[in-house]
């Protein structure tokens, strides 16, 4: 079927319900399209091809019978750091090359019990600690809008898969970005929930026990290649794991609006710990004009906004700690001379970096007391405003950089900063547990995409997501990288 490669999710679903494409038909069509573009793509790095087959031919079967599921025959590819029984899970590090999970993990068990149908495992970097997808035992993923660039990380090869039409849903993770920038340089879509509404059990290192666990910081989640499909998946793969589920069920809240007009909205392209690409703060200038002209209530500043370089010191702690209590120690150590490694600058982040709260506050309880604080100045601040709307990064897509990750940089209009400072933006809806919504707004002079986050309230998923369907109907959304349509 002409045009079903960049079909959305629910396009998809449509045609194999109406029976305008058959499951299996819609699988090979996937896999056409990685065989001919993942040679120089390398985002699909562990192919099923063979149990998907199996697994289309049974929905082919249902559908036939006139059953219905949400997923039910859709390809759908998982970020590689989630367990699949019978696929390797490495998270890039050699010495765990081969190992295989005994059962798969919560997300990939919800999406197989909806019907769809896993094709495979995408790419990422050693650890998960980059915003590059490149590993000594898969190689590096390139950005198909441009191949000498990065996809992102840690789900850039979820993203890539995304943007060069082999699926229209893909799983990933986030606890530094990793679903928000790959969406950001991709231009696709992806949502960070709520801490802790999608269950993370079993997007585990390998070799580490798959148990249920209250998280904190990380989350998993879809991408997908618009808006609707979002709030779609979400919905789908929410809910308490089952120690939980003894107690709780899912009851989120409607969104705050239907239409734009309906919105209070607080836009902030400005932090003062890294400054925001010309590039960037163009399309936010963009973006909050055309909002005002569609009637929303749009602000640049507010006194309600927390402080946010007490907000990055306060991420920056408490994920050291996680790294020290929540991975492997070869992983934690890698982790620990890498930050000691970031050269030493004259602003309070390098500092943050190399020993955030050296002043004598940095234990994590002090680290959590602080965010307990700011979580309340934000839910005073969500009280005048819906959403906010800040950048994912300061620029799009960089060049891919293999070298040091401590003493790695990248480019402002022309400025050299600290790598780590990608972590500056999304550290904001990381730390409160806030749900943020990356979309795609525009792109560069050079072609490149570029996206907004769109943070909403503690537990109000349906806020942002139902706001990044209507920017997405007033701006527009994902395009097809060249070459790829």
Not at 268 to 293: K, Q, Y
Not at 449 to 456: D, F, R, W
């Amino acid at each position: 079927m002409p045009g079903m490669e960049f079909g959305t999710l629910r396009d998809q679903v449509a045609a194999l319900r109406a029976k305008a494409i058959s499951a299996t038909e819609l699988l090979e069509l996937t896999i056409a399209r990685i065989e001919k573009f993942d040679d120089k793509v390398n985002a699909v790095v562990v192919r099923d091809f063979d149990r998907a087959r199996a697994v289309a031919k049974r929905a082919d079967a249902a559908l036939a019978r006139g059953e219905s599921a949400p997923l039910l025959g859709v390809p759908v590819a998982v970020k590689e750091s989630f367990n699949v029984a019978g696929l390797p899970t490495t998270w890039g590090f050699p010495e765990a090359e081969g190992w295989q999970p005994a059962e798969d993990a919560v997300l990939v068990t919800r999406v197989k019990e909806a019907g769809g149908v896993v094709i495979g495992k995408t790419n990422v970097p050693r650890s998960l600690h980059d915003w590059q997808s490149c590993n000594d035992i898969y190689g590096t993923t390139g950005n198909p809008w441009d191949l000498t660039r990065s996809p992102g990380g840690s789900s850039g090869g979820s993203a890539a898969s995304l943007a060069a039409g082999y699926v229209s849903l893909a799983l990933g993770s986030d606890l530094g970005g990793s679903l928000r920038i790959p969406a950001h340089f991709c231009g696709v879509y992806a949502h960070k929930p709520s801490l802790p509404l999608l269950p993370g059990r079993g997007n585990t290192p390998p070799r580490t026990p798959a148990l249920p666990a209250r998280p904190d910081l990380a989350v998993v989640g879809p991408m997908a290649r618009s808006a609707a499909d979002l709030t779609l998946a979400t919905l789908l793969l929410a809910g308490p794991d089952v120690v939980e589920a003894v107690a709780y069920r899912l009851a989120l809240r409607p969104p705050r609006g239907e239409e734009l007009r309906d919105y209070r909205v607080l836009v902030i392209d400005s932090h003062p710990l890294v400054p925001t690409g010309t590039v960037i703060g163009d399309g936010f200038d963009r973006i909050a004009r055309g909002l005002e002209r569609a009637g929303a209530t749009v602000a640049r500043h507010s006194a309600l906004l927390p402080d946010l370089t007490l907000t990055a010191k306060t991420y920056l702690a408490l994920l050291k700690s996680q790294f020290s209590a929540a991975v492997p120690a070869d992983v934690y150590q890698a982790t620990q001379a890498t930050i000691a490694a970031v050269p030493p600058g004259a602003d309070a982040l390098d500092a943050v970096i190399r020993g955030p709260f050296a002043s004598g506050y940095g234990d994590w309880i002090t680290a959590d007391r602080i965010r307990t604080d700011l979580a309340h100045q934000w839910r005073r601040l969500f009280a005048e405003f819906d959403v906010v709307l800040c950048p994912t990064t300061p620029t799009p897509a960089f060049p891919h950089d293999h070298s040091d990750l401590g003493a790695r940089t990248f480019e402002i209009d022309g400025t050299t900063h600290p790598f780590f400072r990608h972590l500056i933006w999304p550290s904001i809806a990381t730390l409160l547990g806030l749900p943020s919504t990356a979309v795609p707004i525009g792109h560069s002079p050079q072609g490149l995409p570029y996206g907004m986050q769109i943070l909403g309230p503690y537990l109000e998923d349906h806020t942002p997501l139902r706001f990044a369907e209507l920017v997405e109907q007033e701006f527009g959304g994902f395009t097809p990288p060249p070459g790829f349509a």
